[in-house]
């Protein structure tokens, strides 16, 4: 189960991140929920919402991804167009039926790298 979760959330970040924003409607449960503030929640509303976010057009750099049971979590580096560090983000996705019913992150700036002797990734 942890291997058919993992692989559907990696090969859908892949083509997420090659630009095609149309897989999040295969990807994403009907009673999609989604805990980031600022974020909306329910399927329709939060692709329409992460289509024209910044992470859309951001380069995508997939760093690690850990799966257990129905959860899988991923940690990358996203980098806005102008935006030469970027941020660290981890998402949690939790599958259901074979789609992410539920989704958490984190996002962090990623600091000067002075300030970061051993890295954020």
């Known amino acids: 189960m942890d291997k058919t979760n993992k692989q559907l959330v990696v090969d859908g ?3 997420f991140a090659s630009g095609n924003t149309e ?5 994403l449960h009907e009673n999609f929920i989604e805990h980031s503030p600022g974020n909306p929640s329910g399927r329709d ?7 024209t976010a910044p992470v859309a057009g951001a380069h995508l750099d997939l760093k690690r991804v850990v799966a257990e049971d129905d959860l899988v979590v991923m940690h990358y580096s996203m980098t806005p167009e102008g935006d030469e560090r970027g941020v660290a983000v981890v998402d949690i996705w939790r599958i259901e039926d074979g789609q992410i019913a539920e989704h958490w992150d984190v996002v962090q700036p990623v ?3 002075g300030q970061i002797p051993n890295g954020m990734f």
């Open 13 to 15: 970040f892949r083509e």
């Open 45 to 51: 509303a939060f692709i329409e919402f992460v289509a």
């Open 23 to 27: 897989v999040l409607r295969t990807l």
């Open 111 to 113: 600091p000067e790298t």
